[in-house]
């Protein structure tokens, strides 16, 4: 492992939600500070999962077309008629001449003073100097061809099943339409119809029940390895992946192809400068790898019903469970639909209304970059509270041993186990050897070593074939004419070296060749 996840700036930011929408005999603390058993940790990551489903859909339930009507209908068709499921953001651009004008261009006037001076004879031999101003006003009067377009962006979320989106349900679209000026006849941007920006909901939707509409993520215990290191969470990571990618390629969109490739020809800012200021900090986002701590002891965990403002609800915790009571639960989904709907409110107030064609962005393209801004960092912490539980187990069984094995302690072991498995001619040996001519003494030693171990050869499993046994010498050619025969014994090395994936860097090695001293 060896890599830290960083939740403490969501944990503080849920501890004040908690203690505004919780009763006050909560006290809901992060997972590794609660004593807790090895099945509490399956728990918990169900727990976040199923949370994460819940405020995925809570995002969705703000688009227009989805509702829980909706909702049912695709859990059918994914669990019923074993169908996929596809969310799809389809963009096309249009962009053609509307016409030519000729504008006539002025400068500012600008005025211009000169003092003139001159001598005058008066008649009586005497000169006289006399000085007048004028002012000069001048401009520049230049004509401008410019070339009109009229320029259109259309997309459309649309939800549909198998491969065909035209049969699919519209979750929203809109068509923006703008008039670019360029002074060249050539259009600010060719007609182009975008590849289609999809996200795979089959997983999603098959973790819900069709009729409590109950999200139902469970791990196969028997199979799992660890929490984090199994079927069932390896599926809701790929999902998490896709999600994260997804709302990427939604924001580059919006907040930067608009503004950089289609309006690129206007230097005056437009709405499209307003999405990228666009955020979603203050939306809240319900998952925090929280246990539950009561004040009391024997107090039991609050299961109460609570109203829901979203589509679907989660499981409720098994008894003795430190998670999250259901009640805690759904109020920190209804804190999350609440500062997501007043931010929307935001949104809406400060950008152009949808339903007025004159502009590329309006209120409903902010609504999008907020949604997807606000998906992303679902996503985000809902795969490092996943990763937080595996580093949780990590640091917790570090803690146990005593220490954190590297590959350098693997290979120790496997150095004294092959000892010990192995006769002592079979055995790995130091790769260090002496270069000598035939009974001669020594002139030096070849060895390959670590940088960070250089007294220490490397150990390599070696077959030793003697000089006076070779069927056919070892030969390297030198060029066309000339060869090199090797006479001597020769030694065939096997070298077996470990290192862990998620280590910093591995060892390097190099061949260490000294000499003996006045060897030559």
Not at 123 to 141: F, L
Not at 262 to 276: F, N
Request: hydrophobic share 35%.
């Amino acid at each position: 492992m060896g890599r830290p996840f960083n939740v403490s700036q969501q944990v503080a930011k849920s501890l004040e939600v908690a203690r505004r929408v919780l009763d006050t005999n909560k006290n809901p603390v992060i997972a590794s500070d609660v004593d807790h058993q090895y099945e509490d940790k399956y728990a918990l990551v169900e727990f976040l999962t199923n949370t994460g489903i819940a405020a995925f859909l809570n995002v969705l339930q703000q688009l227009d077309g989805f509702n829980e009507e909706v909702l049912k209908q695709v859990i059918l068709v994914v669990k019923g008629q074993q169908r996929s499921m596809t969310l799809r953001l389809a963009c096309e651009e249009d962009c053609e001449l509307s016409g030519e004008h000729t504008r006539t261009i002025e400068t500012p006037t600008h005025q211009v003073t000169v003092d003139t001076s001159r001598m005058e004879d008066t008649g009586d031999g005497t000169p006289n100097s006399t000085s007048s101003q004028q002012v000069y006003s001048h401009k520049i009067v230049k004509e401008v061809r410019e070339y009109h377009w009229k320029a259109g962006i259309r997309h459309r979320l649309i939800l549909f099943a198998g491969t065909d989106p035209s049969m699919g349900i519209v979750l929203g679209s809109r068509t923006g339409m703008s008039t670019l000026v360029t002074r060249m006849k050539k259009a600010p941007y060719p007609p182009n119809t975008r590849s289609p920006i999809d996200l795979d909901l089959t997983w999603m939707m098959g973790q819900i029940g069709q009729e409590t509409l109950e999200c139902s993520f469970k791990i196969d215990r028997e199979q799992a390895k660890t929490p984090r290191r199994n079927k069932q969470t390896e599926e809701a990571l790929s999902f998490i992946q896709n999600l994260i990618l997804w709302t990427r390629q939604t924001l580059t969109y919006f907040q930067s192809t608009i503004k950089y490739e289609l309006l690129s020809s206007q230097s005056e800012e437009t709405p499209a400068d307003w999405l990228r200021g666009l955020a979603a900090s203050g939306v809240f986002v319900p998952l925090v790898p929280f246990f539950q701590e009561y004040e009391r002891d024997g107090q039991s965990a609050d299961n109460a019903v609570v109203e829901k403002n979203g589509l679907v609800t989660v499981p409720t915790p098994t008894p003795g469970s430190p998670v999250l009571p259901l009640k805690d639960t759904t109020l920190f989904l209804n804190e999350q639909c609440r500062t997501l709907q007043n931010a929307l409110l935001d949104v809406a107030g400060n950008y152009p209304d949808p339903n007025e064609q004159s502009n590329f962005i309006s209120g409903y393209e902010g609504k999008l970059v907020l949604l997807s801004q606000h998906l992303s960092d679902i996503a985000r912490q809902w795969h490092s509270c996943i990763d937080f539980v595996e580093q949780m187990l990590f640091n917790q069984l570090v803690s146990a041993i005593g220490k954190e094995l590297a590959s350098s302690d693997f290979n120790d072991f496997m150095k004294f186990h092959n000892q010990r498995l192995m006769g002592k001619s079979f055995s790995p040996k130091p790769f260090c050897h002496a270069i000598r001519q035939p009974n001669q003494y020594p002139d030096g030693v070849l060895s390959v070593v670590s940088r960070h171990s250089e007294e220490h050869p490397i150990d390599t499993f070696t077959r030793h074939i003697p000089g006076d046994s070779l069927v056919a010498p070892m030969c390297i050619p030198l060029n066309e004419a000339a060869t090199v025969d090797f006479l001597g014994d020769q030694y065939l090395h096997g070298w077996l070296d470990t290192h862990f994936l998620l280590e910093s860097h591995g060892a390097s090695f190099y061949i260490n060749a000294r000499a003996r001293q006045f060897s030559w």
